[in-house]
């Protein structure tokens, strides 16, 4: 087994400041309950990211795999958040997460310009972050190379969505999730629904977001996430 390297972090420019947590009822524990709270997007990004990262790399090492490694880059600018295996980065927009926990992007998401969901909140981005790093594990298993020319996107972004929620349970299990947290995932994967079903980029309806995210959840697991590839 190798050893643990943390991931390096590619923090591009001046963070966009925001007042994390004033306005809304929750507040997810990051790390230790000694940890600062982050006090920025640049922060709350981070953080959340290591707090999936220790979660991925104890699940490999009790698998007895090599800890998994990713390298991370927050644009100030743009709207976009994914994970690309060409150069195994995860990138994800200081904007676009902005507008994901004020709320801002409801009407443009397919599912909450449809009465689906809604984001918001800081539990909102750690979905979004942790179904990035959900693909990165995709990507660490093997999974791209041997299904990716067999299977539609909407099966690894199923699972991705179980990996976050297998993810979340952890941190449940910890006494780190306030009153909220769990309905933010559970809207947030609702709001990120699409309903081109013919598309060949089509990432899953409302509905199967919500349940992949509950999937992983539930189980606390990620062999449970497993069917979202063998049943597609």
């Known amino acids: 087994m190798s050893t643990f390297t943390r991931p390096r972090l590619l923090l591009a420019g001046a963070a966009l400041l925001l007042a994390l947590g004033a306005s809304q009822a929750s507040a997810f524990g990051y790390g230790t309950k000694d940890s600062a709270p982050p006090e920025t997007m640049d922060q709350l ?3 959340v990211t290591k707090d999936v990262d220790a979660y991925w790399t104890k699940a490999f090492k009790d698998a007895g795999l ?3 490694r990713v390298a991370y880059d927050w644009s100030p600018a743009g709207q976009a958040a994914a994970y690309s295996p060409g150069d195994d980065t995860i990138y994800i927009s200081q904007a ?10 409801d009407q443009a998401l397919p599912g909450s310009s449809q009465g689906y969901g809604r984001t918001v909140g800081d539990f909102s981005v ?4 942790a179904h990035e790093y959900g693909h990165q594990i995709q990507d660490e298993l093997g999974l791209f190379e041997r299904y990716g020319q067999q299977l539609p996107a909407k099966a690894f972004e199923l699972q991705a969505d ?3 929620g297998t993810w979340a349970e952890s941190a449940s299990e910890e006494n780190r ?3 909220g947290d769990v309905q933010e995932a559970l809207d947030a994967a609702l709001a990120v629904g699409d309903f081109d079903t013919a598309a060949p980029g089509h990432h899953g309806t409302p509905e199967e977001r919500e349940q992949a995210w509950k999937t992983g959840f539930e189980a606390g697991d990620p062999s449970a996430c497993n069917d979202y590839l063998t049943a597609a």
């Open 126 to 129: 750690a979905y979004i972050v």
């Open 96 to 105: 676009f997460a902005t507008d994901i926990y004020n709320g801002a992007l």
């Open 177 to 179: 999730l306030e009153d």
């Open 66 to 68: 090599p800890e998994p």
């Open 45 to 47: 990004l981070t953080a």
């Open 162 to 164: 179980c990996y976050a």
